[in-house]
């Protein structure tokens, strides 16, 4: 079993700036992929951004070059800086984390981001 716990989000206006991150804990082992995907009211929930263990990162097109994810894999860590963000990037964020061999996901309560114009 894999436990995440996020913490950042709240509100901010338009242009500004917070940043998201997210500690696992558990049974955490072989490549994995952590990242960040998003839910606004209504909406299918999407990814904004994720890295794999190895190194490499994706980011949503709507994202790319405002946000940026970085990882520890030493403390099994992941954080998202957002930048000049727009209020439609207001939704709820989760954490994510995907085992790869055991094809399971898991994932973390959610916290809110809401930017205002």
């Known amino acids: 079993q894999v436990q995440l716990v996020e913490s950042g989000g709240g509100l901010v206006q338009s242009g500004g700036s917070l940043r998201l991150s997210c500690a696992a804990s558990g049974n955490i082992f072989g490549v994995n992929v952590m990242g960040w995907y998003r839910q606004a009211p209504g909406k299918q929930r999407e990814l904004v951004a994720s890295c794999l263990s190895v190194g490499s990162t994706n980011y949503a097109d709507s994202v790319k070059g405002r946000f940026t994810i970085s990882r520890d894999n030493a403390k099994n860590t992941v954080s998202l800086q957002m930048n000049s963000l727009k209020p439609e990037d207001t939704a709820v964020y989760y954490c994510?984390?995907?085992?790869?061999?055991?094809?399971?996901?898991?994932w973390g309560q959610g916290t809110q981001v809401t930017v205002s114009s």
């Open positions: 994510n984390i995907r085992l790869i061999m055991l094809s399971r996901d898991y």
